[in-house]
């Protein structure tokens, strides 16, 4: 097996790929939307409900953090395969009932795969753990940058260093699927993989909407590339750039935009997430450069929270609720945040270059992360403060269920969580604790237990209450 | 922020907010603080056709009330 030796970090990675060089991503094309039609490409609406109802509403989020964040949420996957809840006195499997999985960097490996596989993630020795859970995924990175033949390739200025992970992401595990395939099966969980819309600094996911306003096609669009955008760390690659087509598809935008757009004084966010989507539409935007999902939002949340607050998005899940389609909405949200020591603050020296990049590209996130949480916190309190004050509105059970290393109780065994480094290349016993950790941190969540088991939750009226 | 509404009609039918389904008549709903237009969608029996409101400092225990007539099938 090739080795090359482990590195510091990403970051360190970071700067070997940058000596190398090479500019934007761009060597694919991505496909014109000939004809904008609502109904038609990869949107929550589309997916069949027959086996997975909207009912029990549950949505998960994966966070960033290399192989450290992609094995912690696939072993919360793995706990929620064997878990049962009940509903109307019926069993139903609780990964089963999942709707959405909103994923950011190292955390939309697992969902993406998830999403197009299914169960098959789960197999012992399978392509998923071989291919990357277990597998030096940095050292594939690194060879290809040193091959002399992906030199050439750098050279042109429409081939960056993002284009060999996508080629690497492809070969290991995702093959030639693009999002037709997810379209396909029409399976739930709605798949939210999330990058950053560099030059607006805005979320920016691979779902049919998205892809609208710039009349691009998303259907044609490789699963891979969008991971590789989602896990585009700044520095250690190459923005990607995607095709922009804007106002040649007859798309025409959502009516609530024009009404937001009247909201700066009453509601800046709603405001500015209408401005957001109009700047799409401008006939000067040719491309779209995308970062790491983590830029914008580390844990991928804000998606899910707009559309529980907000009816403004195609899959408002605050909609749902006011159709009474919602009864309970469950949000799983799988943080894989570390805190790794630096030992700076011994020394009078001044931290290095490496330092002060580190501490920029990840310290606005976590703080952006931290706000995200309490943002949801605050979201369900007051819907369930609503809900006692108004009888007359829907009554909506929601469960708030936050897996994060944290909540260890143990101070050395977190110490050591906390510690792991942000790559993707992992020990072998260092992917097997973060599996069994995600599993039993969600098993041991008191709000998961009141979920699976709301007969022991004490009285009716806190069972119907959930855990907002 | 969060808002409140009851739109009034004779009759329990789905309510469209800003173009979507988003509620049933005669029941409070939530929609985020702004403006808004709503209707009752395709079967044009009620009038006026829609009305848009700024939506702005409700309480659960007292929503906007909107109000729409009902009138002979067209």
């Not at chain 1, 990357?132 to 050292?139: E, K, M, P, R, S």
């Not at chain 1, 955008?229 to 959502?254: D, Q, R, V, W």
């Not at chain 2, 929503?63 to 009138?71: D, H, L, Q, T």
Request: charged content about 25%; aromatic content about 10%; overall charge neutral.
């Amino acid at each position: 097996m090739r080795r090359v030796p482990r590195m510091a970090g990403i970051l360190a990675l970071a700067f070997a790929l940058l000596a190398v060089g090479g500019c934007a991503g761009f060597a694919e094309k991505t496909e014109h939307l000939d004809a904008y039609d609502e109904f038609r490409g990869y949107r929550y609406e589309r997916l069949d409900k027959t086996d997975n109802k909207d009912d029990l509403f549950v949505i998960l989020t994966f966070s960033g953090g290399g192989t450290r964040a992609a094995a912690f949420s696939y072993g919360v996957l793995e706990a929620l395969r064997d878990t049962t809840v009940e509903m109307d006195g019926k069993p139903r499997n609780l990964l089963g009932e999942v709707d959405v999985i909103s994923s950011v960097s190292g955390g939309s490996f697992t969902a993406a795969y998830y999403g197009l596989y299914g169960n098959d993630i789960f197999t012992e020795g399978g392509r998923f753990q071989n291919n990357f859970l277990y597998h030096d995924v940095q050292a594939d990175l690194l060879y290809k940058l040193f091959n002399p033949y992906n030199w050439v390739r750098l050279a042109s200025p429409e081939f960056g260093r993002i284009e060999l992970a996508s080629e690497l992401y492809q070969k290991l595990l995702f093959s030639d699927a693009t999002f037709h395939d997810l379209e396909g099966h029409r399976r739930k969980p709605f798949i939210m993989i999330n990058a950053t819309d560099m030059v607006k600094g805005s979320q920016f996911t691979f779902t049919q909407s998205q892809f609208d306003p710039i009349c691009a096609d998303l259907s044609r669009f490789p699963i891979a590339r969008a991971v590789a955008a989602s896990s585009n760390f700044p520095l250690a690659f190459s923005p990607l750039a995607i095709n922009s087509y804007p106002g040649t598809c007859g798309y025409t935008e959502p009516k609530w935009v024009q009404q937001a757009l009247g909201d700066l004084p009453a509601n800046p966010r709603r405001y500015y997430r209408a401005r957001m989507l109009r700047t799409y539409e401008e006939a000067d935007r040719r491309y779209v450069h995308l970062l790491d999902g983590g830029v914008a939002d580390n844990i991928g949340l804000r998606g899910p929270l707009t559309s529980i607050r907000s009816s403004d998005v195609d899959w408002s899940v605050l909609h749902k609720i006011n159709l009474e389609e919602v009864r309970k909405l469950v949000v799983i949200v799988v943080d894989a945040r570390n805190e790794v020591k630096s030992g700076l603050d011994k020394s009078p020296r001044a931290p290095g270059t490496l330092a002060v990049v580190n501490a920029i590209a990840t310290t606005p996130l976590d703080n952006y992360s931290f706000d995200s949480i309490e943002l949801l916190q605050d979201t369900f309190r007051r819907r369930d403060d609503a809900q006692r004050r108004q009888p007359d509105l829907h009554q909506v059970q929601l469960y708030r269920i936050y897996v994060g290393f944290d909540q260890i109780k143990d101070d050395a065994e977190r110490e050591a969580f906390l510690a792991t480094k942000t790559s993707f290349d992992l020990p072998r016993e260092r992917v097997d604790a973060l599996r069994r950790k995600g599993a039993e941190l969600l098993r041991q969540s008191a709000c998961f237990q009141k979920l699976i088991y709301p007969a022991a939750a004490g009285t009716a009226g806190a069972e119907a209450r959930g855990c907002p | 922020m969060d808002e409140y509404v009851k739109v009034a009609f004779p009759t329990r039918r789905q309510v469209w907010v800003d173009g979507e389904p988003g509620g049933f008549t005669n029941k409070i709903f939530q929609v985020e603080t702004g403006n808004h237009v709503f209707d009752l969608g395709p079967k044009k029996n009620y009038k006026p056709e829609q009305q848009e409101c700024m939506v702005k400092g409700t309480l659960p225990e007292e929503p906007m009330i909107i109000a729409f007539e009902r009138v002979g099938d067209l």
